[in-house]
């Protein structure tokens, strides 16, 4: 079972990596879709970018222990935000990938909290 849980938080954390360094890199790059959200919601343009050096960031953080809780955190607060987003856009299945992102933040941050500890 420990094994399962040790490769499971791994898995997650790969998976998160890899949508968030994709997503941030093409919001810092000015990719026009992934921007367009933001206009719809009447945020500045800066705020696409913003948010793409947090993705970003989140993600580099995520494979450092000590950070991982605190990037995680913090992804799913952005991921609350996009989820948000697509609830009040349909459609809805738009934003599943949001979702599954939020629920693999929490994950992570429920599994690596107690590293966040020894930060203080």
Request: charged share 10%; with cysteine.
């Amino acid at each position: 079972m420990d094994s399962i849980k040790r490769y499971g938080i791994w898995v997650a954390i790969a998976i998160c990596v890899v949508a968030f360094a994709g997503a941030g890199g093409a919001k810092l790059a000015g990719v026009p879709m992934v921007h367009e959200a933001f206009a719809k919601m009447g945020l500045p343009g800066w705020f696409g970018y913003f948010i793409g050096a947090c993705e970003l960031a989140g993600a580099i953080g995520l494979l450092i222990r000590p950070l991982s809780a605190w990037a995680a955190g913090g992804l799913a607060i952005i991921m609350v935000g996009a989820t948000y987003f697509h609830i009040t856009n349909p459609p809805l299945s738009e934003g599943v990938p949001a979702i599954v992102l939020l629920l693999l933040s929490i994950f992570i941050f429920t599994r690596r909290r107690e590293s966040m500890l020894a930060l203080r």
